[in-house]
Every structure is written in structure tokens, then in C-alpha cells.
């Protein structure tokens, strides 16, 4: 079963937008002095959104297998995830060693190939080549154990189990701070937590599980969350919010995620509203959105070595044409050259 739904690859094609221009401020601010980095969108929360887009659709699939066939194969769905993620992240690990001389020690290398770049990133032992690949490993460690919550866990709990790991995930860290600071007093385990739950937002996966599950199931409560006062409310305050680069003190992340739940279960599925909220542009933005995340670290790497570069407004212009360019070629050439073979034989493990 491969069902498309609707502007789904235009929030796509925002989010890797948005993280590669983040990207570029970051390189500029920390090579060339002057930078917008801390007055753009922030890229840290593009990935929230990659991460509930990711798991609205993998629930409201696994949703609609389970309802089709009485279970969910956890064989056919690591495949498919494993031939559509990993053929890109181990190309552009192998990449990022032929064209950059920096030598990772085994540490780093042990977390990358066995999947976990999320692990190093937070013990400060990333792929420097492609540091961004530690989310791919947060959707890694999820992949592996969400199929088995919704295998054990009837239809009619589901909801309140998601709840309360929403919940739950949320205030974890907010826990072990507690109990750290009037117990252990840990410096190493404190900053362990905080790098750890900065960017392992299994929560904001859960909230798009939540929704996934809600609309494949033709839940009641549609009825409140398609309700298109609130859709304005949640749209404008993500924007605001995002893009005003306003953020709050706790659960910053989490508040996103819910807004960018239900922008995203509105736009790409409420009848009443029937947004058109893509163009050819945008879906094909959306359709290489993940080489665009996979790529773009190593070609900005690239436009430093190879570019004379300044704070002169020519020069980031040069910059940032040199970025989109070949990052959005390579993803595209990538995909169809490379990306293809493996999602053809993806089709083979669809129900």
C-alpha cells in the first residue's frame, strides 16, 4: 500500500529549506564573522517538523496495513525502511572519507555504520564530515520499536498510550535534572541529558504518530482538530513563533510539534478546507528533500574550500547560489540514478 497524501512534500521541501539555510548562517557566523544565524527560522526546529511528519505517515500506514490484513509485518516494514534510509546515509558517510581528510577514530566510526550518529553527536564524537545525520539516527532507534507498540497495543488504547509517552518523554529530562541536582550532582550527567534530549525528540515523533493514528482512523475527534478556528490559531502561531525565532524557556520543541501537527493533519487532510498548498516545485523539492539533508553539510564544506568567500554581499550570494544549486542537483541526481534502484525494490515489501 503506497498511498500519496497531498502537500505532505511541500512541508518537506520547507523544513530542508530551512535546515539548509540554517546551515549556511552557521558556516558563515563561524568562518566569516557576520551572519543572520541568530535571526532565521531555526533549522533545530525544521527537524521537529521532519520528525512529526515522519511519524504521521509511518503511523497512518502501519494503520491502515493492520486494518487491512488483522497485523502489521516487522519484517516488510524494516525493509522498506532500511532500503529507503540507508543506501543515501552509508553513500554519503563513504563520500564525506574520499573527499575530506579528517580521520574519525573508532568511536565515531562504530556509532555511524551500526546506525546510531545520534549517539555519538551527543557524546561529542559526531561525523564532522555530515554531523546532521544524528536525527536519521533518532528515526533509526524509533523505527526499530514503534512497529512493536502498535502491534501489542489494541486500537482503542492507543490513544491514551501515546499520551502518555508524549507526556512522559516531555518531562524525562526535566526529571533527571530534578533528581540530579538534589542527589547526584553529576555535571557529566546533566550535560549528558540535556545533549541527549535536545535532539532525541521521540516525543515529537509521538505527536505525529498521534495524528497519523487519529485520521486513519477516522477518529471522533477530527471533528475538534479539523475545526478551522483552530487550524488558524495553530498556522499563525507556528508561524509567528518559527519564524519570529520565539521560543519558549520549557517544551519548546514539543510546542512546535503540536502546532505543526495540526497544520500538517489540516492541510494535508481536512475535505472542508481543501488547501492546495503545493506546486511542481515544491513536490520536487519534497520528493529529494532527503538528499537536500543529506548532502548539503558536504557541498557547503566544498563552497569553503573551493570559493573565495567574504562578508561581501557578492560573495554570499555566491554562497548561497552555490549551496541550493549543486545541493538540490546532487539530491536530484542522487535519486534518480541511485535512490531509485533501491525504492523500486522497496515496492516489492508494500502491502
Not at 50 to 76: A, Q
Not at 93 to 103: G, M, N, P, R, V
Request: charged share 15%.
Amino acid at each position: 500500500m503506497n498511498q500519496r497524501i497531498k502537500n505532505l512534500d511541500t512541508f518537506r521541501a520547507i523544513a530542508a529549506i530551512v535546515v539548509m539555510i540554517g546551515h549556511i548562517e552557521l558556516f558563515r557566523k563561524d568562518n566569516l564573522g557576520n551572519n543572520l544565524f541568530d535571526y532565521i527560522p531555526s533549522g533545530h526546529t525544521a527537524v521537529m517538523m521532519f520528525f512529526v511528519i515522519s511519524g504521521f505517515l509511518i503511523t497512518y500506514l502501519l494503520t491502515k496495513e493492520k486494518s487491512r490484513y488483522g497485523l502489521i509485518s516487522l519484517k516488510d516494514f524494516y525493509l522498506r525502511r532500511a532500503l529507503r534510509i540507508l543506501p543515501l546515509y552509508y553513500l554519503v558517510i563513504l563520500i564525506s572519507c574520499f573527499l575530506f581528510t579528517d580521520t574519525p577514530d573508532f568511536k565515531t566510526i562504530a556509532f555511524a555504520v551500526g546506525l546510531l550518529p545520534n549517539v555519538s553527536h551527543v557524546l561529542e564524537c559526531g561525523w564532522n564530515a555530515s554531523p546532521q545525520i544524528w536525527a536519521i539516527g533518532v528515526e533509526n532507534m524509533f523505527y526499530l520499536i514503534f512497529p512493536l507498540i502498535m502491534i501489542v497495543i489494541p486500537n482503542k488504547r492507543m490513544i491514551p498510550v501515546l499520551g502518555i509517552l508524549i507526556v512522559g518523554l516531555a518531562i524525562l529530562p526535566h526529571f533527571v535534572d530534578y533528581v540530579n541536582v538534589r542527589t547526584l550532582q553529576n555535571s557529566q550527567l546533566a550535560h549528558f541529558n540535556q545533549k541527549f534530549f535536545y535532539g532525541n525528540k521521540f516525543d515529537s515523533l509521538l505527536i505525529g504518530c498521534l495524528v497519523g493514528f487519529v485520521f486513519a482512523n477516522n477518529h471522533t475527534s477530527l471533528k475538534v482538530l479539523y475545526n478551522k478556528w483552530l487550524f488558524f490559531v495553530c498556522t499563525l502561531s507556528s508561524v509567528i513563533l518559527w519564524f519570529g525565532n520565539i521560543e519558549t524557556k520549557h517544551f519548546n520543541d514539543e510546542l512546535m510539534s503540536v502546532l505543526f501537527a495540526m497544520v500538517i493533519l489540516n492541510v494535508c487532510t481536512n475535505p472542508d478546507l481543501n488547501i492546495r498548498f503545493e506546486n511542481r516545485l515544491s513536490q520536487f523539492l519534497g520528493k529529494v528533500s532527503y538528499g537536500i539533508y543529506m548532502y548539503h553539510w558536504i557541498v557547503l564544506l566544498l563552497a569553503f574550500r573551493l570559493l573565495p568567500l567574504t562578508d561581501s554581499t557578492i560573495s554570499i550570494v555566491l554562497l548561497y547560489g552555490f549551496t541550493f544549486v549543486v545541493t538540490i542537483g546532487v539530491a536530484w541526481l542522487s535519486y534518480e540514478t541511485y535512490e531509485k534502484f533501491f525504492l523500486n525494490l522497496k515496492k516489492k515489501f508494500e502491502r
